[in-house]
């Protein structure tokens, strides 16, 4: 039986639309494989991400325990440490009457010191551990500093450090929370003696920049340290990141947090084997 032309032509037509067709499903086909191979690729980063998120909260939790525990701990120390530094004292002055020996004298002094450091330990577990709330007050710039300085006196007669403070005769008082404050700079200025274990130069700046007027006060803290690698800059205001070993790695965590509750900025500018400064910058408008 012949085949009619026409019916050749009825062949190929289909056969051209069973090839397109077919081209058509292993299109969808591939396309379908790649979305299910998204899918797959999507379901495991979710999964990994519900197993960060649980590793995270369990951490949280874990570190809010502690935080508790520590918190709790440190109120119980700090009264015996106040009686301490209080018969320290009256010890020094008893010293001083009755003796002329200098090194008795110094033994009441290191002790004194020694009170210091563990309430300045005290204070930055108790800072981290609560969330800043500021009190605001009128508090005078420069009394502040000096009382500092006064406070850090050992370490930098231990470090040989030269000190200066420079402030300027238009700098009004600081609208802020004196404790608060306090603790940012005392833990800044303990960092950069900690950077000149072998002498140096200690300067510290406070004005308002004449562009902005009275609504802005700006402290500078500047040492002659080695400065700050790139590597370790990207990390020095995480919680319990040091280089150092000792401390707890609090310190600029602390001052951080202090003056971003002031509303404030805090940056470092750093240059190797020049030294750092840091730079608070605090807006001075009552809210």
């Not at 032509?9 to 056969?15: G, M, R, T």
């Not at 090839?19 to 797959?40: C, G, P």
Request: hydrophobic residues 40%; glycine residues 4%.
């Amino acid at each position: 039986m012949a085949v009619k032309d026409q019916d050749i032509e009825i062949l190929k037509e289909a056969f051209s639309q069973f090839t397109l067709s077919s081209d058509t499903l292993a299109e969808s086909y591939r396309a379908l494989r790649e979305e299910v191979h998204h899918l797959k690729e999507a379901l495991h980063e979710s999964q990994l991400e519900k197993e960060r998120l649980r590793e995270e909260a369990e951490r949280n939790h874990r570190l809010a325990v502690v935080g508790e525990m520590a918190a709790r701990m440190a109120h119980e120390l700090r009264n015996p440490l106040g009686s301490i530094e209080l018969f320290s004292s009256l010890l020094q002055k008893e010293v001083a009457v009755h003796t002329i020996d200098p090194e008795k004298q110094d033994w009441g002094k290191h002790l004194s010191s020694a009170v210091r450091t563990m309430d300045y330990a005290i204070s930055n577990l108790l800072f981290y551990t609560g969330k800043p709330r500021p009190k605001y007050q009128w508090v005078e710039v420069d009394p502040l500093l000096s009382e500092l300085l006064a406070f850090v006196s050992h370490l930098l007669q231990k470090n040989r450090i030269h000190t200066q403070i420079e402030t300027t005769a238009l700098l009004t008082p600081l609208w802020c929370d004196e404790n608060l404050i306090k603790q940012a700079l005392l833990n800044l200025i303990t960092n950069a003696i900690e950077a000149m274990p072998n002498s140096g130069q200690l300067t510290i700046k406070a004005y308002t920049p004449e562009s902005i007027g009275q609504d802005e006060c700006v402290i500078d803290i500047q040492d002659t340290g080695p400065g700050i690698s790139e590597k370790t800059l990207s990390h020095i205001f995480d919680p319990f990141f040091t280089t150092k070993s000792t401390g707890s790695g609090l310190g600029l965590a602390i001052a951080q947090n202090a003056i971003a509750a002031h509303k404030g900025q805090i940056r470092v500018d750093t240059r190797i084997g020049q030294g750092s400064c840091f730079t608070l910058r605090l807006p001075q408008k009552k809210e």
